[in-house]
């Protein structure tokens, strides 16, 4: 009897699941310490080895695989790599790129060197304390701390918002979460965006990682070459202002003949440089006015397409080639009040990028909307459907509204 009891008791701790115990957190400091000899400076030269931009990335095996952004290696004739340790790598080729997510894992000569442990992006949740580590202007392992603001939906991917202040040449630096591991590539950075940056998360990146060569530098496909431009002007030098742009609700013929621009030429050519724009200006609903926002979009055509007591719409049909945007502004104070976007996803994309918590609800007219869950910040959040039940716009707003 004793002996059956026994195992009985034995039976039901076999039984007993283990529970998976989350990895330990750690300090900024210590993290560094750990992570920060695996980050390196990757700098562009030109045909004469002259130095004309510079980026960060980070060593994946301990060969020599190193991740970073395409567009930190693209329009180079040749790259350096610099070590934290101060060796510098001058033999550089290209593993594998992907030119949609602007990933791409280059290759040098190396042996044992320190490698960044890679963590599961898809654990990662809105809030979480992050750490960045990047060589901005050249200046090795600068680290920033901050948290992940919002999984953002781009065209092909999703991004994650982060705060950790982001500066020039951060691109293609590591993010890592709490316990030490690579969550992201940091990917884009808005200098005046109230510190509104963007990684692209690690596990887009995991089936590329390799020691095998397959291209080179010099065969990689050209940078697109960005809509916007910083300060545009005439043939004659006359800078384009802002009041040209918006005269009785949409652009100047004489401000896009300023520019170049076509009337159905989009304000970005890259997909996911818009969607970030996109995000900017949601940082700026209750801020922005419609003088700064027509700075912000000088290279786009902008039609009034709303005009009342107490609100007016503007409309951008391009901002990229495959979405547009709608930006609304309260009255008399003309500031932005909503912005929404122009897009084209399933149920199952929404749910990734905003998650499962949502209300299904029926406007005045009929159709049917999904406000989503509370906005970090208190803005509502509003997925506009078709009949057929694909998400058609997302809007952000300063104040609760009703679908259209």
């Not at 809509?227 to 609700?249: N, R």
Request: net charge neutral; hydrophobic share 40%.
């Amino acid at each position: 009897m004793k002996f059956l009891t026994s195992l009985i008791c034995s039976l039901l701790i076999l039984a007993v699941p283990v529970l998976a115990q989350s990895p330990a957190s750690k300090s900024a400091s210590e993290i560094a310490k750990e992570q920060a000899p695996a980050v390196v400076v990757i700098e562009q030269l030109d045909a004469s080895g002259n130095i004309i931009g510079q980026g960060s990335g980070f060593i994946a095996t301990p060969s020599g695989a190193i991740v970073t952004n395409l567009h930190v290696i693209q329009s180079a004739a040749s790259l350096r790599v610099k070590m934290s340790s101060g060796d510098v790598y001058k033999t550089v080729d290209v593993v594998d790129f992907d030119e949609g997510k602007d990933i791409a894992i280059i290759k040098i000569k190396g042996f044992q060197l320190p490698v960044a442990r890679l963590g599961d992006s898809d654990r990662t949740e809105v809030g979480e304390n992050i750490v960045a580590i990047s060589s901005p202007e050249g200046l090795t392992n600068s680290l920033s701390t901050g948290v992940v603001s919002g999984v953002r939906r781009f065209e092909t991917h999703r991004v994650f918002q982060i705060t950790a202040p982001i500066s020039h040449g951060s691109s293609g630096g590591a993010l890592f979460d709490s316990s030490g591991a690579v969550i992201g590539i940091i990917t884009f950075v808005f200098k005046g965006g109230q510190n509104i940056n963007f990684a692209v998360p690690i596990n887009y990146v995991r089936g590329m990682i390799s020691d095998q060569v397959t291209t080179t530098i010099a065969k990689l496909p050209a940078a697109a070459g960005a809509a916007e431009k910083a300060a545009p002007v005439s043939a004659s030098g006359d800078t384009v202002s802002s009041a040209d742009i918006f005269p009785d609700g949409k652009i100047s013929s004489v401000a896009r003949t300023r520019l170049g621009l076509t009337s159905h030429e989009p304000m970005f050519a890259r997909p996911d440089e818009a969607l970030a724009f996109f995000y900017r200006l949601v940082g700026g609903l209750g801020m922005y006015s419609l003088k700064e926002v027509a700075d912000l979009t000088r290279t786009a055509t902008a039609l009034k397409t709303k005009d009342t007591a107490t609100t007016e719409e503007y409309t951008i049909k391009y901002l990229s080639v495959y979405s547009g945007m709608t930006l609304g502004f309260s009255k008399p104070e003309q500031i932005l009040n909503s912005v929404e976007l122009v897009v084209n996803w399933s149920l199952e994309d929404l749910e990734r990028t905003f998650g499962k918590k949502y209300t299904k609800k029926k406007a005045p007219d009929g159709s049917i909307y999904f406000e989503l869950k509370e906005h970090p910040e208190g803005k509502q959040i509003i997925a506009l459907l078709d009949p057929r039940g694909n998400v058609r716009a997302v809007r952000f707003t300063n104040t609760p509204t009703k679908a259209k």
